[in-house]
């Protein structure tokens, strides 16, 4: 693990071009040491692609983007040496067995046989596989899977971590287990930068986060500061009918309609509700409290993208 004080990444006007396409489009971010950071996003925002820029997979085209104080396209050997990946995809070797998927891979690291061997024990314990351990790869459940894969990335001890999506199709139990080893790594200061369409993973995860679109950034920021600042605490949804639409037309209430529903995002849920119930018919009325998902459909939009 390398010792490193200033913030470990640094991004200013960073630009990704495909042909034409412009992936990245001029962002600007930073990540400080041992904090969890999040890229959100629909597809095709460019999250992704500001992830392989910062894993040195993909060079940049334009702008700075330093890992560790280290430019990413003439420092690729020395940056990969310190980061840990845990790609979106299970891909695991299925001819080894789940201690040998750890220490063949430390092995790529030039780690000592006997440190390896002491390394690879203690992750294995890290994630609850010891049990598994002369088990074949292809015998494990998806849960079990991740968390291998979380270890493989270990291997190697690094400063920063890379998770793309890393519970994705795994059952809540699995998906929670796998949210306090990233919290236990927070607290032995790894950073740690993630993708994830889960809003609620995000939103329980990370210290701070990006909201991407076209290749730019939305909005930056701590999820719950977010969500105060673009909806407020709590949505009051009714249904979306004429009478109730009217209504609200002679009102100064700001709403957003949906196919079934009006959302009005407020931070006096109990006002609004009394004032509805006395001004307008409908059949029921909820309140809720508003979460980082709100946010990321109005700024995103409801649109579904391949």
């Known amino acids: 693990m390398v010792d490193f004080i200033a913030p470990v990444i640094v991004a200013q006007n960073l630009q990704k071009k495909f042909g034409e396409l412009v992936a990245v489009d001029g962002i600007n971010f930073t990540v400080e040491k041992s904090e969890v950071f999040g890229f959100l996003g629909p597809n095709g925002a460019g999250k992704t692609t500001a992830m392989r820029m910062i894993q040195c997979v993909s060079p940049k085209d334009d702008g700075k983007l330093e890992v560790f104080g280290m430019d990413v396209n003439t420092h690729q050997k020395e940056i990969k040496k310190n980061i ?59 849960g079990m899977k991740r968390r291998l894969i979380l270890a493989r990335a270990l291997v190697n001890n690094p400063s920063l971590l890379i998770l793309d999506e890393p519970t994705v199709g795994l059952d809540p139990q699995a998906r929670h287990l796998l949210w306090e080893k990233i919290r236990g790594l927070k607290k032995q200061n790894v950073t740690i930068v993630l993708t994830t369409h889960y809003l609620e993973e995000a939103a329980y995860l990370c210290d701070r986060l990006v909201i991407m679109d076209y290749g730019q950034i939305l909005i930056e920021g701590d999820p719950d500061d977010i969500v ?40 006096e849920p109990k006002d609004i509700s009394d004032r509805l119930m006395k001004e307008c018919e409908f059949e029921k009325i909820t309140v809720r409290s508003a979460t980082l998902e709100d946010v990321f459909l109005k700024l995103t939009g409801r649109k579904l993208r391949e």
């Not at 695991?92 to 690879?120: A, G």
């Not at 105060?228 to 109730?244: A, F, H, L």
């Open 84 to 142: 840990g990946v845990v790609p979106q995809e299970n891909n695991l070797d299925p001819d080894f067995t789940v201690y040998e998927n750890l220490f063949v891979y430390s092995r790529y690291f030039d780690i000592p046989k006997k440190e390896s061997k002491e390394r690879v024990n203690s992750l294995l314990e890290f994630v609850q596989l010891e049990e598994k351990k002369d088990v074949m790869t292809y015998m494990l459940s998806g």
């Open 228 to 267: 105060k600042k673009y909806i407020g605490s709590d949505v009051v949804e009714v249904d979306n009918t004429k009478p109730v639409i009217s209504c609200l037309n002679k009102t100064d209430i700001n709403y957003e309609t949906l196919d079934s529903t009006v959302q009005i995002y407020t931070n």
